[in-house]
């Protein structure tokens, strides 16, 4: 018996899980590892009216076309129903894959449609990529910090995610060395590594043009694939792109892309790039999971496409996000003066480090009771460091709704400190060296 069952086993002679759940002895050790997100146990508050969320990572989808969806999706049936409400074929439609090469191209990817897996969001691409590389206890190597979801997924599929550091320019090449070294030292092999590098969530930093190609190499050298998870590449505030890691070398990167950033995340498209052996094996785990992905996401996606100026649409969404984006930096400048925090040039979220002595994690309680809620930066580690920073998300509140928002915050930073000196620090994890990636525009 391994020692989860052994483990799993004095937990049940405890008692321990048996009066609601009948069925607790009989999981696999994989459910067991699984734990309710930091971000979703806080959504039930966080979506109360009064309350101001900077929590979640939701797009403000208020400024979408909807007359113009609402005609496309009923001509979409009317024309083509029974081709739209029937099943699909398991790696995703041709006519959705073909555009979007188009899509891609933008950022400098020349891809062919029959590399690409349609999933159901990047979410479910996370999720088949590990589950065809990840045997229990292999290495993923993820940046520090990491986007909770993808954090899910390899716990679930009882990964051993070993972290490397960031800062303002992304993940260190130097740092990403000494780590592959030292696992290579230990005979550890490195399945990949997984990297956000542009508009990152939730540290908002990018990876520097210089540490591409840097990144790139050490990585072939050392034999690792890249996960290159990209939602957010077409939201730089000021209409820039950055050049893909997939460019750098198609055949070793994964790249994932969604619609859900840009369009709606209610349609549940996203895909996976990847070179012709590893689209195979995903295909199969995508027929496996979905037998085929939505018919009605993808064809709706398609058509949206092709009849709407989709590339004017997420130029709105980028100044809307700029404009938040300024808001939130504007608020943290005149409330929170005693914290840091990187100004994010795209994307969703402002990574902020809390003054000394505030244990992020701890105060979140105390915030939502005061009406603001945030995510402890816990959440984005593997490993429980984290409670020194929170992710702040702009995306969703109004600039007024952000501005108070903050500014309650502030209030709850300030009592937390007051009652750190009256009774003194309260006990915290212990900060493992992360730095805060500074302030890039001020
Ligand atoms: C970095 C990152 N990857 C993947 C996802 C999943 O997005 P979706 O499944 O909606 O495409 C998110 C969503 O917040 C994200 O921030």
């Known amino acids: 018996m391994n020692d989860s069952r052994i483990a799993r086993k004095l937990d049940a002679s405890t008692g321990a899980g048996t009066r609601l759940d009948p069925w607790f002895d009989r999981y696999a050790d994989r459910a067991l590892g699984m734990k309710q997100s930091e971000t979703r146990s806080l959504f039930a508050v966080a979506n109360r009216p009064e309350v101001v969320s900077l929590a979640g990572g939701m797009p403000n989808i208020e400024g979408l076309p909807l007359d113009f969806l609402a005609d496309m999706t009923a001509k979409l049936i009317r024309e083509r129903g029974p081709q739209v409400l029937q099943y699909g074929g398991g790696q995703g439609e041709e006519e959705l894959r073909e555009m979007i090469v188009d899509v891609m191209r933008p950022e400098g990817i020349r891809a062919h449609p029959d590399d690409i897996t349609i999933t159901t969001g990047s979410q479910q691409a996370l999720d088949i990529i590990t589950q065809i590389f990840i045997n229990p206890g292999d290495v993923i190597v993820a940046e520090a910090p990491s986007y909770v979801g993808a954090l899910g997924v390899f716990r679930a599929y009882q990964a051993n995610v070993v972290h490397v550091p960031l800062d303002k320019d992304g993940l260190i090449p130097e740092a990403l060395e000494e780590t592959l070294a030292k696992l290579a030292r230990e005979g550890r092999e490195v399945k990949f590594l997984y990297t956000v590098p542009n508009f990152h969530n939730p540290a908002g930093v990018s990876m520097s043009a210089e540490r591409r190609p840097q990144i790139v190499e050490i990585c072939e050298r050392y034999h690792v694939l890249i996960l290159e998870d990209n939602p957010y590449g077409m939201l730089g505030f000021d209409d820039q792109t950055m050049t893909p890691l997939q460019r750098l070398n198609p055949d070793g990167v994964i790249y994932l892309g969604s619609f859900s ?182």
């Not at 992360?434 to 001020?442: A, M, Q």
């Open 261 to 442: 950033k840009t369009f709606a995340p209610g349609y549940r498209v996203g895909w996976a790039l990847a070179n012709h052996a590893v689209t195979q094996r995903l295909i199969l785990a995508n027929e496996n999971a979905v037998l085929s992905p939505t018919k009605m996401g993808q064809l709706s996606i398609a058509e949206y496409l092709r009849s709407y100026d989709w590339m004017a649409q997420i130029k709105q969404y980028r100044s809307m996000y700029r404009e938040r984006r300024d808001a939130m930096s504007a608020a943290l400048d005149r409330h929170l003066p005693r914290a840091s925090w990187n100004v994010p040039e795209g994307g969703f979220y402002t990574w902020v480090k809390v003054p000394d002595g505030i244990d992020a994690k701890a105060m979140l309680p105390r915030a939502t009771t005061n009406l603001v809620a945030y995510v402890s930066g816990t959440a984005f580690y593997a490993d429980g460091q984290g409670s020194d920073h929170m992710r702040l998300s702009f995306c969703y509140p109004t600039p007024e709704r952000i501005e108070e928002g903050v500014r309650r915050l502030a209030t709850v930073i300030e009592n937390e400190l007051e009652t750190i000196e009256m009774f003194g620090h309260p006990t915290r994890y212990p900060n493992t060296g992360v730095e805060t990636p500074k302030s890039n525009l001020r």
